[in-house]
């Protein structure tokens, strides 16, 4: 059928391999054929069969039983036939120069690899509101092109909680819909990330490590509201870069914004639930987080998002702020697609930053718990209405009093209480001599060049 990066061969044959009884009877198979088991062949076929021909798997996955007897390339009488593709087959679609997991993926319309996730199309149009977010068409770069998919919507929109437009992803794509994510970013095995400091002949060095560039293509992201764009470039010593890498070998170069390291002046202790320890976490994502409306609520808008659930500062909230000026603002603009203010009641840009109730509800759960939340676990976190969050600790989650009246003088509140009122939340974190209060929250304050956005 086709030969891998490692020169192993899928191929498709009839073959008596066992069943997990020991009976030779698999017949009609795709197999690999290679210097062992551990070829790339070996698992795209097992990937395949496995996938797509279940019934057959759950009989015959001990198929490579049988790998030394007929899934080889050599023996008496061997002779190999190929097709005449001028007089005999066409090949219109390139089968010829592609590879066995091109071929499979496009036979099986899939597609497994890297991809950059550029947005929503039609990002601003009113034909993209929250009536048809299952429908969506989202961007991907992939490979040179941008490609169009939908995204799975099971599992409470759990795919689209994890795409941040400009950032690389690995993706499952069946049937022109995307139905798996995985993030290739800060902390990735296959990843180095950060300044350029060195060119050579096909080689770069970044982040200390250096790295082969034979046969590896380059791209620039450019990020910003509307969605996210990629195109050819070339890197010069300063630059900054996430390089995708197989060992020392480096696949794909994109040159884009990389955030410096951040360590909070003050920080907390996940789970240890003391008051010191709760003014300590609110503390730790001041002056790196921005804000943004609907920030670190989910993607739909309901619950909390991945990065509300995160032990510890989400290092999107950290990207983002380094990646902006004293121009960002959260505001709505009569132009969707030059805004990160929500449109039509979905949180495209739930990553970039944090609002209010989701300042306040990750403060909560990184004093409460000491391991991530995931949306596509059904975890809920504590983000919610602002006006409904203190009411809701006292009678709901069982943590304390709640008490209602109007107005409240200053000397009622009391280190660590939190404020709710129409449309805001609040965390006090002491009280002065005076009897002002000094509080954390996150708030659209203006920058100095009067935008709104302080986070």
């Given amino acids: 059928l086709g030969k891998c990066e490692d020169g192993s061969l899928v191929i498709l044959h009839s073959t008596p391999s066992d069943s997990i009884n020991g009976q030779g009877g698999g017949g009609v198979q795709i197999n690999g054929v290679g210097e062992s088991k551990d070829c790339q062949a070996v698992k795209l076929a097992e990937e395949y069969m496995s996938k797509y021909y279940p019934q057959w798997w759950d009989r015959y996955h001990e198929v490579y039983k049988n790998f030394d007897n007929y899934t080889k390339y050599e023996g008496e009488n061997a002779g190999k036939f190929s097709w005449d593709l001028k007089n005999t087959l066409a090949d219109p679609d390139g089968y010829a120069n592609m590879s066995a997991d091109e071929i499979l993926a496009d036979l099986f319309d899939t597609y497994h690899g890297e991809a950059v996730y550029l947005g929503v199309n039609g990002y601003g149009d009113r034909n993209t509101n929250w009536d048809h977010k299952p429908t969506f068409q989202h961007q991907f770069f992939v490979d040179g092109d941008v490609r169009t998919f939908t995204v799975n919507d099971e599992k409470d929109y759990s795919l689209q909680n994890q795409l941040m437009e400009g950032y690389v ?8 819909e995307v139905t798996d994510v995985e993030l290739k970013d800060k902390g990735h095995s296959n990843v180095v990330m950060g300044e350029v400091t060195a060119i050579g002949n096909d080689t770069i060095t970044v982040d200390g490590k250096t790295l082969n560039t034979a046969n ?7 990020s910003k509201a509307g969605g996210s764009s990629v195109k050819d470039a070339t890197v010069k010593v300063g630059d900054t870069v996430k390089v995708m890498v197989n060992g020392d070998q480096a696949k794909t170069v994109y040159k884009t914004f990389v955030a410096e390291e951040y360590k909070a002046p003050v920080s907390g202790t996940p789970g240890e639930k003391t008051l010191k320890n709760f003014l300590a976490t609110a503390l730790t994502p001041v002056g790196t987080s921005l804000y943004v409306y609907g920030g670190s609520w989910d993607w739909q808008d309901v619950n909390s998002s991945n990065q509300s659930m995160t032990i510890g500062l989400s290092q999107s909230w950290i990207d983002f702020f380094q990646s902006q000026d004293a121009n960002y603002t959260y505001k709505y603009n009569a132009d969707h697609s030059e805004s990160y ?3 039509e009641q979905w949180n495209q840009y ?3 930053g944090i609002d209010c109730s989701a300042f306040v509800g990750w403060s909560v759960y990184n004093t409460m718990h000491t391991t991530n939340g995931s949306v596509a676990n059904g975890d809920k976190g504590y983000v919610m209405s602002a006006t409904q969050q203190a009411k809701n600790f006292a009678n709901e989650q069982g943590w304390g009093t709640w008490e ?9 509140f009391k280190t660590g209480d939190i404020f709710s009122m129409n449309g805001h939340v609040w965390i006090c974190l002491g009280k002065c001599e005076d009897g002002s209060l000094v509080i954390l929250h996150s708030t659209p304050s203006d920058s100095i060049n009067g935008q709104g956005g302080g986070g």
Avoid: G
């Fill in 216 to 222: 590896a293509k380059t791209y620039e992201i450019t």
């Fill in 169 to 176: 992803y690995d993706i499952d794509v069946t049937a022109n």
């Fill in 350 to 352: 739930y990553y970039a």
């Fill in 341 to 343: 203010y929500p449109h």
């Fill in 404 to 412: 209602q009246k109007a107005p409240f003088k200053p000397e009622d």
